[in-house]
């Protein structure tokens, strides 16, 4: 089982950029799919979670309206779309699924990709 | 509120016991799980559901919940036990949801 985030790089205040996250070795469109980041030398921070199904999708407030998850309904990746970035987005960003198939609450995440680094600085 | 608090860091002697704990109104409600990250890795999942282990996680590794307190307790620590502990929630209200994590234990063994 393996998660592989990706698409991370430097970017402007104010700019766009879309990481990816592909599976391989699991049923992965059973599984709900979270991204976390985490700011360096700080701890973890939720970001978004899409359903299994792909019809429900959770933000933190930090990046409600700017951040948007989607998955295909055939394929085997999920998308996370950032919008007007700033420097409090930086950070290494991890996609990991839920423990439980078919559950979208429980939130116990396991398979943790490697993590993809954002920096946003001018 | 909507918050889970850790206490930043401790040791714990070679082969000792440690506990560490996280505490957070969520965890009235919901389940919790724990998170071991070593410095450069990504976080592996130790415990789910407060008390259940992932196949490949050593069963010196145990968890517990009591009202708005989890624990995580290493029974017999071992050197590769150090890193930093994380613990998470879910908070959930009508059709609000958001995952929260704490702010993480970093212990040591000495």
């Known amino acids: 089982e393996q998660l592989v985030a990706s698409g991370g790089r430097v970017v402007q205040p104010g700019g766009s950029l879309t990481l990816s996250c592909e599976a391989s070795?699991?049923?992965?469109?059973?599984?709900?799919i979270h991204w976390v980041r985490q700011a360096p030398g700080k701890g973890l921070d939720w970001v978004a979670l899409?359903?299994?199904?792909?019809?429900?999708?959770k933000y933190a407030d930090s990046v409600k309206g700017r951040f948007t998850i989607s998955r295909a309904l055939s394929g085997n990746t999920v998308d996370l779309r950032m919008d007007r970035l700033t420097p409090e987005d930086t950070g290494t960003y991890y996609c990991a699924r839920n423990y439980r198939p078919y559950s979208n609450y429980d939130c116990w995440l396991t398979t943790w990709g490697q993590g993809t680094l954002v920096a946003v600085s001018s | 509120s909507a918050e889970l608090t850790q206490d930043p860091a401790v040791s714990v002697a070679l082969g000792q016991t440690v506990r560490i704990t996280c505490q957070g109104d969520s965890l009235r409600k919901y389940s919790g799980s724990w998170y071991q990250q070593k410095p450069g890795q990504a976080p592996i999942l130790v415990i789910y559901?407060?008390?259940n282990r992932p196949s490949g996680i050593p069963d010196r590794f145990s968890g517990s919940s009591s009202g708005p307190t989890a624990s995580l307790t290493i029974t017999g620590a071992q050197a590769e036990d150090e890193a930093d502990y994380y613990c998470n929630a879910r908070d959930a209200s009508g059709t609000r949801l958001r995952v929260l994590f704490g702010g993480g234990t970093k212990v040591t063994v000495l």
């Open positions: 070795g699991f049923s992965f469109k059973n599984y709900a």
């Open positions: 559901g407060d008390n």
């Open positions: 899409i359903s299994y199904d792909g019809n429900i999708e």
